[in-house]
């Protein structure tokens, strides 16, 4: 069935670092890939989108792209802030609409000041 | 705008009781979803429902839990006879329908725990 796995449980940072998740997806469908994170007691909230391999989706510094050859998409960061720090979550999309969601285990950020 | 509106945001319960949780999505959205969330399994999609019609339950635990959305303005999940294992954050979320956006809105979630 169409899956998401997200090895990294925590990653901890300084300020200015870069920062890199990777995810592997599993999907018989073309995949429709997003980020979304989530901030301490809010819901997820879309970061961005990845509907074609190798072009990148871009928002608030972040740039994630996917590739299908290997099946794995990944988010990235050139330099982290303190209040970048948060649970991302990658994300395949399971129907047509876009919009039934399978999230990954979540990837916790940690950046100190 | 308002965003999703859930309540309770805490609700604790003994074991055996009923808990309902409240969902009152963004106005004009469409389609509403419920998922689950705990620190073991992360986000578990439970159901959703479009133009108020359940579409899709394959997530929802087959006894005890069920949701219904009566109006376009909520849509509530009953758990009965909660048990320790139901203890989770219940997020609602809600969207248009199509487009492929992957926009869904979240709601700030209801902690239940079932003590």
């Known amino acids: 069935g169409d899956s998401v796995t997200q090895m990294q449980g925590q990653v901890t940072l300084s300020e200015d670092d870069f920062l890199f998740i990777n995810c592997t997806y599993s999907?018989?469908?073309?995949?429709?890939l997003f980020w979304y994170v989530q901030y301490p007691g809010e819901g997820p909230q879309l970061l961005l989108k990845?509907?074609?391999?190798?072009n990148k989706g871009i928002s608030r510094g972040f740039e994630a792209t996917y590739d299908k050859g290997t099946t794995s998409f990944h988010l990235q960061k050139a330099s982290v802030q303190e209040s970048d720090s948060a649970v991302y979550y990658c994300?395949?999309?399971?129907?047509?609409?876009?919009?039934?969601?399978?999230f990954g285990i979540g990837t916790r950020v940690l950046v100190r000041p | 705008n308002a965003g999703v509106i859930q309540t309770p945001r805490h609700k604790v319960t003994g074991k055996g009781q009923e808990a309902t949780l409240w969902c009152e999505p963004i106005?004009?959205?469409?389609?509403v979803f419920w998922y689950r969330q705990t620190i073991v399994q992360g986000l578990e999609f439970l159901t959703y429902?479009?133009?108020?019609?359940?579409?899709?339950d394959s997530g929802m635990p087959k006894e005890r839990f069920s949701a219904q959305m009566p109006n376009q303005s909520h849509s509530t999940l009953k758990i009965q006879s909660t048990q320790p294992q139901d203890s989770a954050v219940y997020l609602c979320a809600s969207s248009f329908w199509g487009g492929n956006t992957g926009q869904l809105y979240f709601g700030e979630g209801s902690k239940l725990t079932v003590l």
């Open positions: 106005s004009g959205h469409s389609a």
């Open positions: 999907t018989t469908w073309y995949p429709t």
């Open positions: 994300v395949l999309a399971l129907n047509s609409a876009g919009n039934k969601l399978t």
């Open positions: 429902f479009r133009n108020q019609a359940p579409i899709d």
């Open positions: 990845v509907t074609t391999a190798n």
